[in-house]
């Protein structure tokens, strides 16, 4: 049987779960829920978190080392493209070129939104200049093709807005969006537990990113192991294919045929 893997770009991945590295208490707490969750890739936000950039603090690198993990730097509270563009290309000096990043470009500060006229923007940059990219977009199917068709290597459509836990929102636009792609579709934002996570692959997405719904758990490492599972489950019921759906027509689940007559 074929190994099923995740394949971004020309990197191979086990994990179907992408985690955040913020919001957690400290980085105590954020290596064990890491470790929890069975993830391979960790997104950082390299505006927010220290991975040499602050001399002599104390760095991710130090509890999550990327011998072990494939660092995923993000733009987290970038609003211009130009600012998620020289976010990045820090990102890939810090890290020795690295090159796989994630781009998202808020248009609201308030419900952290995609600006997708800025998003596209800065893709078309960033791909120019090398970049395998990943990207946080709307869940548009239109503008998750054209952001395919500019060369980013996964679209990754928000299933509610970052932070509110609300689950998917809209599965239809969802289904559009991955019946059409030819890039991995990875659900990033808005999941809130264990239950939205396999919806989002049961639907058939590739993989889900999150960090909130573990990080603001009441106990974050019980729920990453429970995402885990909840990943897992739904990538196994989507490769299985439910039963169809039938609306007032009962059947045994055991056979009638042979009874014996009272």
Known sequence: MKKDTLNIGKREFSSRLLVGTGKYRDFDQTRDAVEASGSEIITVAIRRTNIGQEPGQPSLLDVLPPDRYTLLPNTAGCYT????????????????????????????ADTLFPDMVQTLAAAETLVRDGFDVMVYCSDDPIMAKRLEEVGCVAVMP???????????????????????????????????????????????????????????????????????????????????GRMPRKLYSAAPSSPTGGLING
């Open 81 to 108: 493209a130009d600012d998620a563009v020289r976010t990045l290309r820090l990102a890939r000096e810090l890290l020795d070129g690295h090159n796989l990043v994630k781009l998202e470009v808020l248009g609201d």
């Open 158 to 240: 928000l299933a509610s807005l970052i932070g509110s836990g609300m689950g998917i929102l809209n599965p239809w636009n969802l289904r559009l969006i991955i019946d059409n792609a030819r890039v991995p579709v990875i659900v990033d934002a808005g999941v809130g537990t264990a239950s939205d996570a396999a919806i989002a692959m049961e639907l058939g997405c590739d993989g889900v990113l999150m960090n909130t719904a573990i990080a603001k758990a009441q106990n974050p490492v019980l729920m990453a192991s429970a995402m885990k599972k909840g990943v897992e489950a739904g990538r196994e019921a989507f490769l299985a």
